[in-house]
Every structure is written in C-alpha cells, then in structure tokens.
C-alpha cells in the first residue's frame, strides 16, 4: 500500500505547525518553500485539511494556517484521512460481498493499522526528537 504524495505533505505540513504551536498564521508560500512544492499544489492540500477542521485559514495582510485544535490531540490517522478518505484499501471484486475470507483478513490488517495510527500522534515525534 502507498500513500499519496499529498499525504507526505500533510504529514509533514501539521508536523511544522504543531512545532510552530502560535496563535500566528502561518503564510503558504512559506510552507510550500519549506516543502520545496508549488503554492497552489499546497494550497490544494491544505484546503482538504481545513474541511477536515485540523487547520483553519486566517485572511489578510499577515493570513496563513494555524491548528484548529491542540497539537497533541492530532493523529496520524486524522491527517491521512483527511487527505486520503476513509474507504478501504481493497475490494473484492468477485461479487461474494462480505462473504469473502481475502476482504475480511485484509480488513482486520486495515482496522489494525487504524487503530494504531489512531492513538499515534504527530506530537508525540517532538517527544521522541527530544530524546534522541
């Protein structure tokens, strides 16, 4: 399985933020020059995290993106689905519905891997840099 380009951004993007951890916006063309990404491609992403009410947007002279909720309350999982949706990753297509052994041991793999980037937050990468 692979995630999206947009995702890695995401990631990296609420990482920043939550490191910034300011009431102060932080402006686009300087997370797209940190990033090393196009400002409307960024800023593409970045309005899929605002509908998903992990950042919000400030207008004006000094606008940007601040998290909309605490830094340390953030997962991995929020991120990522905010980009990624929330379907599963497979689909059996030989029309047995849920009566399919390959789908129902896939989705237990998925909702383990959900359940772990669930209670894995973006912060707790501050925690374990400092340790380092």
């Known amino acids: 399985m692979k995630y999206s380009q947009a995702t890695d951004y995401a990631l990296h993007v609420m990482l920043y933020l939550i490191m910034e951890d300011s009431e102060k ?7 797209a020059e940190k990033l090393k990404v196009s400002r409307s491609y960024l800023s593409k992403m970045m309005a899929q995290l605002v509908k ?10 000094n606008g940007g993106y601040r998290l909309r909720k605490p830094g340390k309350d953030i997962s991995f999982l929020e991120v990522i689905q905010a980009i990624e949706g929330t379907g599963s990753l497979y689909e059996c297509n030989l029309n047995h519905g849920s009566g399919c052994l390959i789908q129902q041991v896939v989705l237990e793999a998925e909702q383990q891997m959900e359940d772990y980037l669930k ?14």
């Open 52 to 61: 998903a009410e992990l950042i919000q947007s400030v207008s004006g002279l």
């Open 119 to 132: 209670h894995k937050k973006i912060a707790d990468l501050l925690k374990s840099a400092k340790t380092d």
């Open 25 to 31: 916006p932080v402006g686009v063309q300087m997370l």
